[in-house]
């Protein structure tokens, strides 16, 4: 996986969502390499890597197995792992199978439906479903030809209507460098989070959230919060989404200040 880092320190592991790659972090590295070694991956089949053989499997669980595996090639004992959206999933995970890699694990805004015990999975709404019509839409204007519509439909689907529109044109480069894994993540689905899973948590949690974020992401993280027994929770105000890029002084405090609380246990 190709990747950047910056600074000295602890290793910082952040994992990218959905249409990005490791340019999404850079003012996390920006701001954090101060105290950290701050590392940025970007995941089989993302910009740069573009040209990953088709046999490849794109899927969350080879992902998580890839990030796993990235720490423990990278030798530098076991990391501090931040994930945003489908790459909160796919850290979440990752934590789950090698305890022993991840130190603390941070989730922003962590994508996949919900399932409560006793109930059936959740169906998160129509805009934040990871196979809803909007989105098989959005994958299938793209693959047409027609890109920007397709991801301006996919992009205000996570985030909030016109979030596209108010985007920087290096937000929207590393999106259109990665339009060509929406189709393929479409027939991936995310697995639902459940208790069980869980309680398979050893580290310490941080659990960010936008204020403006989606209600999926806030039920998640919520539910998330109450199954975790060693979880915070902290909301980035005035921020959706993509609160780490919004209001990225205010995310990365919450990152340092957890860290630094669990550091001094």
Same mark, same amino acid.
């Given at each position: 996986?190709?990747?950047?880092?910056?600074?000295?320190?602890?290793?910082?592991?952040?994992?990218?969502?959905?249409?990005?790659?490791?340019?999404?972090?850079?003012?996390?590295?920006?701001?954090?390499?101060?105290?950290?070694?701050?590392?940025?991956?970007?995941?089989?089949?993302?910009?740069?890597?573009?040209?990953?053989?088709?046999?490849?499997?794109?899927?969350?669980?080879?992902?998580?197995?890839?990030?796993?595996e990235f720490?423990?090639?990278?030798?530098?004992?076991?990391?501090?792992?931040?994930?945003?959206?489908?790459?909160?999933?796919?850290?979440?995970?990752?934590?789950?199978?090698?305890?022993?890699?991840? +130190?603390?694990? #941070?989730?922003?805004?962590?994508?996949g439906p919900? %399932?409560?015990?006793?109930?059936?999975? /959740?169906?998160? =709404? &129509?805009?934040?479903?990871?196979?809803?019509?909007?989105?098989?839409?959005?994958?299938?204007?793209?693959?047409?030809?027609?890109?920007?519509?397709?991801?301006?439909?996919?992009?205000?689907?996570?985030?909030?209507?016109?979030?596209?529109?108010?985007?920087?044109?290096a937000f929207? +480069?590393?999106? #259109?460098?990665?339009?060509?894994?929406?189709?393929? %993540?479409?027939?991936?689905?995310?697995? /639902?989070?459940? =208790? &069980?899973?869980?309680?398979?948590?050893?580290?310490?949690?941080?659990?960010?959230?936008?204020?403006?974020?989606?209600?999926?992401?806030?039920?998640?993280?919520?539910?998330?919060?109450?199954?975790?027994?060693?979880?915070?929770?902290?909301?980035?105000?005035?921020?959706?989404?993509?609160?780490?890029?919004?209001?990225?002084?205010?995310?990365?405090?919450?990152?340092?200040?957890?860290?630094?609380?669990?550091?001094?246990?």
């Amino acid at each position: 996986m190709p990747y950047v880092e910056a600074g000295d320190g602890e290793l910082l592991l952040f994992v990218h969502g959905s249409l990005c790659d490791y340019r999404y972090w850079q003012p996390q590295l920006a701001g954090l390499s101060k105290r950290y070694r701050c590392v940025a991956v970007s995941l089989t089949h993302y910009w740069p890597a573009t040209g990953s053989a088709p046999d490849l499997p794109f899927s969350w669980s080879a992902h998580a197995a890839e990030v796993g595996e990235f720490i423990e090639r990278f030798d530098a004992g076991p990391a501090h792992v931040v994930g945003h959206s489908r790459g909160g999933c796919v850290a979440y995970h990752c934590a789950r199978r090698h305890p022993e890699r991840v +130190r603390t694990l #941070t989730l922003a805004d962590p994508g996949g439906p919900l %399932q409560v015990a006793g109930r059936a999975s /959740a169906s998160p =709404p &129509e805009a934040v479903n990871p196979v809803n019509p909007l989105r098989a839409k959005a994958a299938l204007l793209i693959e047409a030809g027609e890109v920007e519509a397709g991801l301006q439909l996919f992009v205000d689907s996570v985030s909030r209507p016109g979030f596209w529109a108010m985007s920087t044109p290096a937000f929207r +480069r590393m999106a #259109t460098d990665n339009a060509h894994t929406l189709a393929r %993540q479409l027939r991936d689905p995310l697995p /639902a989070y459940v =208790p &069980e899973d869980a309680a398979d948590l050893l580290c310490p949690v941080l659990l960010i959230d936008g204020e403006k974020s989606p209600d999926m992401f806030r039920r998640t993280v919520t539910a998330l919060q109450s199954w975790l027994p060693d979880a915070r929770r902290a909301t980035v105000r005035g921020a959706s989404h993509g609160m780490n890029l919004a209001h990225p002084s205010a995310f990365n405090r919450y990152v340092d200040e957890f860290i630094q609380a669990v550091n001094a246990r």
